[in-house]
Protein backbone atom coordinates (compact mmCIF):
# COMPACT_ATOMS: atom_id res chain seq x y z
CA UNK A 1 0.00 0.00 0.00
CA UNK A 2 1.16 3.67 -1.00
CA UNK A 3 -0.13 6.55 1.05
CA UNK A 4 0.95 10.03 0.66
CA UNK A 5 -0.61 12.37 3.28
CA UNK A 6 0.03 16.11 2.91
CA UNK A 7 -0.62 19.11 5.76
CA UNK A 8 1.27 21.69 6.95
CA UNK A 9 1.57 25.09 8.14
CA UNK A 10 0.91 24.65 11.84
CA UNK A 11 1.79 21.55 13.88
CA UNK A 12 -2.15 21.18 14.96
CA UNK A 13 -2.39 20.21 11.11
CA UNK A 14 1.18 18.27 10.78
CA UNK A 15 0.59 15.96 14.20
CA UNK A 16 -2.41 14.67 12.99
CA UNK A 17 -0.99 13.15 9.35
CA UNK A 18 1.85 12.00 11.69
CA UNK A 19 -0.09 9.99 14.33
CA UNK A 20 -1.58 8.60 11.54
CA UNK A 21 1.13 7.51 9.27
CA UNK A 22 2.96 6.05 12.44
CA UNK A 23 -0.34 3.89 13.32
CA UNK A 24 -1.05 2.80 9.50
CA UNK A 25 3.55 2.00 9.72
CA UNK A 26 2.77 -0.04 13.06
CA UNK A 27 -0.45 -1.94 11.35
CA UNK A 28 1.58 -2.77 8.12
CA UNK A 29 5.28 -2.48 8.25
CA UNK A 30 5.91 -2.55 4.29
CA UNK A 31 3.54 0.55 3.66
CA UNK A 32 5.47 3.34 1.39
CA UNK A 33 4.60 6.43 2.69
CA UNK A 34 5.40 10.17 1.59
CA UNK A 35 4.89 13.67 2.96
CA UNK A 36 4.11 16.84 0.85
CA UNK A 37 4.41 19.83 2.65
CA UNK A 38 5.20 23.36 2.20
CA UNK A 39 9.42 23.91 1.19
CA UNK A 40 10.80 25.17 4.81
CA UNK A 41 7.46 24.96 6.25
CA UNK A 42 7.95 23.27 10.23
CA UNK A 43 6.38 19.91 8.42
CA UNK A 44 10.02 19.40 6.88
CA UNK A 45 11.54 19.82 10.58
CA UNK A 46 9.01 17.36 11.84
CA UNK A 47 8.25 14.62 8.75
CA UNK A 48 11.85 14.20 9.02
CA UNK A 49 12.31 13.53 12.67
CA UNK A 50 8.91 11.41 12.77
CA UNK A 51 11.19 9.12 9.69
CA UNK A 52 9.03 9.58 7.04
CA UNK A 53 10.16 10.61 3.20
CA UNK A 54 9.38 14.19 2.69
CA UNK A 55 8.83 16.02 -0.92
CA UNK A 56 8.61 20.08 -0.78
CA UNK A 57 6.20 22.24 -2.77
CA UNK A 58 6.83 25.89 -3.19
CA UNK A 59 3.48 27.89 -1.76
CA UNK A 60 2.40 30.08 0.31
CA UNK A 61 -0.74 31.26 1.87
CA UNK A 62 -3.07 34.35 1.45
CA UNK A 63 -2.32 37.37 3.94
CA UNK A 64 -5.97 39.39 4.90
CA UNK A 65 -4.55 42.48 6.40
CA UNK A 66 -4.56 44.86 3.72
CA UNK A 67 -1.31 46.41 2.92
CA UNK A 68 0.88 47.24 0.13
CA UNK A 69 3.51 44.72 0.84
CA UNK A 70 0.56 42.07 1.84
CA UNK A 71 -0.20 42.95 -1.95
CA UNK A 72 3.06 41.87 -3.09
CA UNK A 73 2.72 38.82 -0.84
CA UNK A 74 -0.67 37.61 -1.97
CA UNK A 75 0.18 38.17 -6.27
CA UNK A 76 3.73 36.36 -5.39
CA UNK A 77 1.10 33.32 -3.88
CA UNK A 78 -1.12 33.41 -6.65
CA UNK A 79 1.87 32.86 -8.79
CA UNK A 80 3.02 29.98 -6.43
CA UNK A 81 -0.89 28.56 -6.80
CA UNK A 82 -0.26 27.78 -10.68
CA UNK A 83 3.66 26.04 -9.64
CA UNK A 84 2.20 24.22 -6.60
CA UNK A 85 -0.37 22.76 -8.51
CA UNK A 86 2.20 21.52 -11.70
CA UNK A 87 4.33 20.18 -8.70
CA UNK A 88 2.06 18.33 -6.96
CA UNK A 89 1.41 17.05 -10.23
CA UNK A 90 4.64 15.24 -11.01
CA UNK A 91 4.92 14.30 -7.00
CA UNK A 92 1.69 12.25 -7.86
CA UNK A 93 2.83 10.82 -10.85
CA UNK A 94 6.31 9.50 -9.48
CA UNK A 95 5.06 8.38 -6.31
CA UNK A 96 1.71 7.12 -7.61
CA UNK A 97 -0.50 6.63 -4.38
CA UNK A 98 -3.21 3.99 -3.93
CA UNK A 99 -5.01 6.79 -1.68
CA UNK A 100 -3.95 10.41 -0.22
CA UNK A 101 -4.83 12.20 2.61
CA UNK A 102 -5.00 15.81 3.78
CA UNK A 103 -4.69 17.36 7.00
CA UNK A 104 -5.33 20.92 6.42
CA UNK A 105 -3.18 24.37 5.67
CA UNK A 106 -2.92 25.92 2.33
CA UNK A 107 -0.14 22.99 0.84
CA UNK A 108 -2.96 20.35 1.30
CA UNK A 109 -4.90 22.22 -1.24
CA UNK A 110 -3.19 21.70 -4.17
CA UNK A 111 -2.21 18.00 -3.71
CA UNK A 112 -5.35 16.66 -2.69
CA UNK A 113 -7.25 18.37 -5.61
CA UNK A 114 -4.43 17.12 -8.43
CA UNK A 115 -4.69 13.48 -6.52
CA UNK A 116 -8.98 13.66 -7.02
CA UNK A 117 -8.45 15.41 -11.08
CA UNK A 118 -5.80 12.14 -11.51
CA UNK A 119 -8.68 9.81 -9.90
CA UNK A 120 -6.34 9.11 -7.17
CA UNK A 121 -8.76 8.10 -3.77
CA UNK A 122 -8.55 11.41 -1.31
CA UNK A 123 -9.53 11.84 1.94
CA UNK A 124 -9.58 14.70 4.34
CA UNK A 125 -9.20 14.93 7.73
CA UNK A 126 -10.38 18.12 9.70
CA UNK A 127 -9.50 19.19 13.14
CA UNK A 128 -11.52 22.02 14.18
CA UNK A 129 -15.03 22.85 15.52
CA UNK A 130 -14.60 25.66 12.82
CA UNK A 131 -13.29 24.25 9.23
CA UNK A 132 -10.48 25.80 7.72
CA UNK A 133 -10.81 27.16 4.02
CA UNK A 134 -9.06 24.60 2.73
CA UNK A 135 -10.96 21.80 3.27
CA UNK A 136 -14.18 23.48 2.98
CA UNK A 137 -12.90 23.81 -0.44
CA UNK A 138 -12.13 20.43 -0.78
CA UNK A 139 -15.14 18.55 0.89
CA UNK A 140 -16.90 18.75 -2.17
CA UNK A 141 -15.35 16.39 -3.74
CA UNK A 142 -13.17 14.15 -1.07
CA UNK A 143 -14.17 10.47 -0.54
CA UNK A 144 -14.33 11.25 2.72
CA UNK A 145 -14.13 14.16 4.89
CA UNK A 146 -13.39 12.91 8.56
CA UNK A 147 -13.68 15.03 11.92
CA UNK A 148 -12.84 15.64 14.93
CA UNK A 149 -16.40 17.61 15.61
CA UNK A 150 -19.32 16.85 14.97
CA UNK A 151 -19.75 20.83 15.14
CA UNK A 152 -17.38 21.17 11.65
CA UNK A 153 -20.27 19.00 9.73
CA UNK A 154 -22.51 22.10 9.09
CA UNK A 155 -19.95 24.21 7.33
CA UNK A 156 -18.95 21.68 4.91
CA UNK A 157 -19.79 21.13 1.54
CA UNK A 158 -24.04 19.97 1.03
CA UNK A 159 -22.55 16.42 -0.25
CA UNK A 160 -20.21 16.46 1.72
CA UNK A 161 -19.73 12.46 3.02
CA UNK A 162 -18.84 13.27 6.48
CA UNK A 163 -17.65 11.00 9.45
CA UNK A 164 -16.70 11.20 12.51
CA UNK A 165 -13.25 10.39 13.85
CA UNK A 166 -11.69 12.45 16.77
CA UNK A 167 -8.01 13.77 16.20
CA UNK A 168 -5.34 11.28 17.15
CA UNK A 169 -4.35 11.73 20.61
CA UNK A 170 -0.71 10.27 21.69
CA UNK A 171 -0.56 6.76 23.25
CA UNK A 172 1.13 8.70 26.28
CA UNK A 173 -1.46 10.60 27.00
CA UNK A 174 -4.40 8.14 27.01
CA UNK A 175 -1.70 5.57 29.21
CA UNK A 176 -1.19 8.14 32.10
CA UNK A 177 -2.11 7.23 35.49
CA UNK A 178 -2.97 10.12 37.62
CA UNK A 179 -1.43 8.58 40.85
CA UNK A 180 1.57 8.14 39.34
CA UNK A 181 2.14 11.22 37.91
CA UNK A 182 1.11 13.25 40.82
CA UNK A 183 4.34 11.18 42.32
CA UNK A 184 6.85 11.44 39.76
CA UNK A 185 5.85 15.57 40.23
CA UNK A 186 6.06 15.66 43.82
CA UNK A 187 2.47 16.46 44.60
CA UNK A 188 0.05 16.42 47.83
CA UNK A 189 -3.21 16.03 47.83
CA UNK A 190 -4.00 19.31 47.31
CA UNK A 191 -5.48 20.09 43.90
CA UNK A 192 -3.36 20.97 41.24
CA UNK A 193 -4.06 23.92 38.62
CA UNK A 194 -1.69 23.37 34.75
CA UNK A 195 -1.61 26.64 33.08
CA UNK A 196 -0.31 26.79 29.63
CA UNK A 197 -0.39 29.71 26.80
CA UNK A 198 1.58 27.39 23.83
CA UNK A 199 5.11 26.53 23.66
CA UNK A 200 5.75 30.32 22.79
CA UNK A 201 3.67 31.90 25.52
CA UNK A 202 0.86 33.83 25.62
CA UNK A 203 1.66 37.53 26.88
CA UNK A 204 -2.35 37.94 28.34
CA UNK A 205 -2.39 34.76 29.55
CA UNK A 206 1.19 35.59 31.47
CA UNK A 207 0.10 38.50 32.84
CA UNK A 208 -2.95 37.20 34.09
CA UNK A 209 -1.67 33.96 35.74
CA UNK A 210 1.12 36.37 37.74
CA UNK A 211 -1.82 37.78 39.66
CA UNK A 212 -3.43 34.22 40.44
CA UNK A 213 -0.59 33.23 41.96
CA UNK A 214 -0.26 36.28 43.83
CA UNK A 215 -3.47 35.96 45.54
CA UNK A 216 -3.17 31.93 45.10
CA UNK A 217 0.13 32.38 47.76
CA UNK A 218 -1.92 34.32 50.18
CA UNK A 219 -2.95 30.53 51.48
CA UNK A 220 -1.28 28.12 48.82
CA UNK A 221 -4.46 25.19 48.97
CA UNK A 222 -3.77 24.67 45.23
CA UNK A 223 -0.51 23.43 43.07
CA UNK A 224 0.07 25.17 40.38
CA UNK A 225 2.19 24.23 37.60
CA UNK A 226 2.89 27.70 34.90
CA UNK A 227 4.84 27.23 31.48
CA UNK A 228 5.57 30.66 30.64
CA UNK A 229 6.79 29.61 27.43
CA UNK A 230 9.46 30.86 24.71
CA UNK A 231 8.60 35.17 24.98
CA UNK A 232 7.64 34.50 28.50
CA UNK A 233 11.66 34.95 30.00
CA UNK A 234 10.89 37.84 32.17
CA UNK A 235 7.84 36.24 33.94
CA UNK A 236 9.60 34.75 37.16
CA UNK A 237 11.43 37.58 37.93
CA UNK A 238 8.04 39.84 38.06
CA UNK A 239 6.75 36.81 39.97
CA UNK A 240 9.52 37.36 42.27
CA UNK A 241 8.64 41.23 42.34
CA UNK A 242 5.31 40.90 43.42
CA UNK A 243 6.49 39.19 46.36
CA UNK A 244 6.17 35.40 45.36
CA UNK A 245 9.14 33.83 45.31
CA UNK A 246 8.80 30.02 44.09
CA UNK A 247 11.47 29.01 46.32
CA UNK A 248 9.31 29.79 49.12
CA UNK A 249 6.07 28.27 47.39
CA UNK A 250 6.92 24.31 46.72
CA UNK A 251 3.63 24.32 45.31
CA UNK A 252 4.33 26.71 42.38
CA UNK A 253 6.55 24.67 39.70
CA UNK A 254 7.27 27.67 37.14
CA UNK A 255 8.95 26.82 34.32
CA UNK A 256 9.16 27.94 31.14
CA UNK A 257 8.29 24.59 28.81
CA UNK A 258 6.20 21.66 29.51
CA UNK A 259 8.35 18.82 28.08
CA UNK A 260 5.99 16.05 30.16
CA UNK A 261 3.02 16.86 29.08
CA UNK A 262 1.38 13.29 29.70
CA UNK A 263 2.01 13.40 33.45
CA UNK A 264 1.37 16.93 33.96
CA UNK A 265 -2.87 16.58 32.50
CA UNK A 266 -2.75 13.32 34.38
CA UNK A 267 -2.41 15.08 37.31
CA UNK A 268 -4.11 18.34 37.32
CA UNK A 269 -7.48 19.09 38.16
CA UNK A 270 -8.36 21.95 36.19
CA UNK A 271 -6.25 23.29 32.78
CA UNK A 272 -6.19 27.20 32.06
CA UNK A 273 -5.34 26.78 28.12
CA UNK A 274 -5.94 27.71 24.63
CA UNK A 275 -8.39 26.61 22.68
CA UNK A 276 -6.16 24.24 20.33
CA UNK A 277 -7.70 21.39 18.63
CA UNK A 278 -5.07 18.46 19.66
CA UNK A 279 -4.77 20.50 23.28
CA UNK A 280 -8.95 19.88 23.73
CA UNK A 281 -8.63 16.30 22.58
CA UNK A 282 -6.17 15.38 24.89
CA UNK A 283 -8.45 17.24 27.38
CA UNK A 284 -11.18 14.78 26.69
CA UNK A 285 -8.97 11.92 26.44
CA UNK A 286 -8.16 12.67 30.00
CA UNK A 287 -11.29 13.88 31.20
CA UNK A 288 -10.04 16.94 32.68
CA UNK A 289 -12.06 20.51 33.62
CA UNK A 290 -10.82 23.13 31.64
CA UNK A 291 -10.99 27.04 31.79
CA UNK A 292 -10.46 27.71 28.15
CA UNK A 293 -9.26 31.04 26.82
CA UNK A 294 -9.34 31.30 23.13
CA UNK A 295 -6.59 32.40 21.06
CA UNK A 296 -8.45 35.29 18.91
CA UNK A 297 -5.02 35.90 16.83
CA UNK A 298 -6.33 32.53 15.20
CA UNK A 299 -7.83 32.12 11.09
CA UNK A 300 -10.85 32.44 11.15
CA UNK A 301 -11.46 32.53 14.99
CA UNK A 302 -11.41 28.65 14.57
CA UNK A 303 -10.18 28.96 18.63
CA UNK A 304 -13.39 30.45 19.61
CA UNK A 305 -15.71 27.43 18.10
CA UNK A 306 -13.33 24.63 19.47
CA UNK A 307 -13.97 25.95 22.94
CA UNK A 308 -18.10 26.44 22.37
CA UNK A 309 -17.97 22.90 21.31
CA UNK A 310 -16.80 21.58 24.87
CA UNK A 311 -18.71 24.78 26.61
CA UNK A 312 -21.83 23.74 24.99
CA UNK A 313 -21.53 19.91 26.27
CA UNK A 314 -21.09 21.50 29.96
CA UNK A 315 -17.05 20.12 29.31
CA UNK A 316 -15.03 23.40 30.17
CA UNK A 317 -15.69 27.01 31.16
CA UNK A 318 -14.40 29.85 28.67
CA UNK A 319 -12.90 33.48 29.47
CA UNK A 320 -12.38 35.47 26.15
CA UNK A 321 -9.54 37.19 25.79
CA UNK A 322 -11.44 40.25 25.15
CA UNK A 323 -12.52 39.46 28.81
CA UNK A 324 -9.05 38.57 30.42
CA UNK A 325 -7.59 39.95 33.53
CA UNK A 326 -5.94 38.97 36.40
CA UNK A 327 -9.23 38.77 38.60
CA UNK A 328 -11.76 37.93 36.42
CA UNK A 329 -8.96 34.95 35.77
CA UNK A 330 -8.72 34.47 39.97
CA UNK A 331 -12.30 35.32 40.41
CA UNK A 332 -13.24 31.83 37.81
CA UNK A 333 -10.72 29.98 39.40
CA UNK A 334 -12.20 30.53 42.93
CA UNK A 335 -15.40 30.04 41.30
CA UNK A 336 -14.86 26.54 40.07
CA UNK A 337 -13.30 25.02 43.09
CA UNK A 338 -15.56 26.64 45.15
CA UNK A 339 -18.31 24.01 44.51
CA UNK A 340 -17.22 20.56 45.31
CA UNK A 341 -19.27 19.42 42.06
CA UNK A 342 -18.12 21.03 39.51
CA UNK A 343 -15.39 20.25 38.55
CA UNK A 344 -15.48 17.05 38.48
CA UNK A 345 -18.69 17.53 36.22
CA UNK A 346 -16.88 19.14 33.46
CA UNK A 347 -14.34 16.67 34.07
CA UNK A 348 -16.69 13.50 33.48
CA UNK A 349 -18.42 15.87 30.34
CA UNK A 350 -15.22 15.96 29.10
CA UNK A 351 -14.24 12.22 29.24
CA UNK A 352 -18.09 11.42 27.27
CA UNK A 353 -16.64 13.63 24.20
CA UNK A 354 -13.16 11.45 24.11
CA UNK A 355 -12.54 9.53 20.91
CA UNK A 356 -9.90 7.13 21.33
CA UNK A 357 -9.73 5.02 18.80
CA UNK A 358 -9.25 7.98 16.22
CA UNK A 359 -6.21 6.02 14.23
CA UNK A 360 -7.94 2.79 14.28
CA UNK A 361 -11.19 4.52 12.79
CA UNK A 362 -8.88 6.85 9.91
CA UNK A 363 -7.16 3.24 8.96
CA UNK A 364 -10.10 1.74 8.58
CA UNK A 365 -11.85 4.66 6.27
CA UNK A 366 -8.50 4.50 4.14
CA UNK A 367 -9.25 0.51 3.86
CA UNK A 368 -13.08 1.38 3.15
CA UNK A 369 -12.86 4.03 0.71
CA UNK A 370 -9.75 2.06 -1.12
CA UNK A 371 -11.99 -0.91 -1.53
CA UNK A 372 -14.48 1.14 -2.50
CA UNK A 373 -12.83 2.31 -5.54
CA UNK A 374 -11.43 -0.94 -6.77
CA UNK A 375 -15.01 -2.55 -6.33
CA UNK A 376 -15.17 0.23 -9.47
Known amino acids: MKILFSGGGTAGHINPALAVAGYVREQQPDVQILYVGAK????????????????GITISGFQRKPSLQNLKKNLQTVAHLF?????SKKILREFQPDICMGTGGYVAGPVIREALKLHIPAVIHEQNAFPGV????????????????????????????????GNPVRMAVIR????????????????????????????????AILDLLQETAKTDRFQHIHAY?????????????????????????????????????????????????ITLSELQAKGRAALIIPSPNVAENHQYFNAMSMVNRKAADILEEKDLSGSRLTEKVEALFQ???????????????AILDTNERIFGILKEVLGERRAH
Not at 151 to 164: H, I
Open 176 to 207: ADRQAARRRLGLDSRPLVLSFGGSLGAQKINE
Open 134 to 165: TNKALSRNADRVMLASADAEKYMAKNARCVLT
Open 339 to 353: NPDTIPALAENARKM
Open 40 to 55: GGMEERLVAQAGFDFR
Open 83 to 87: TATAE
Open 229 to 277: GKYGGWFPEKLKARGVDPADHPNFDIRPYIDDMPDCLAAADLVICRAGA
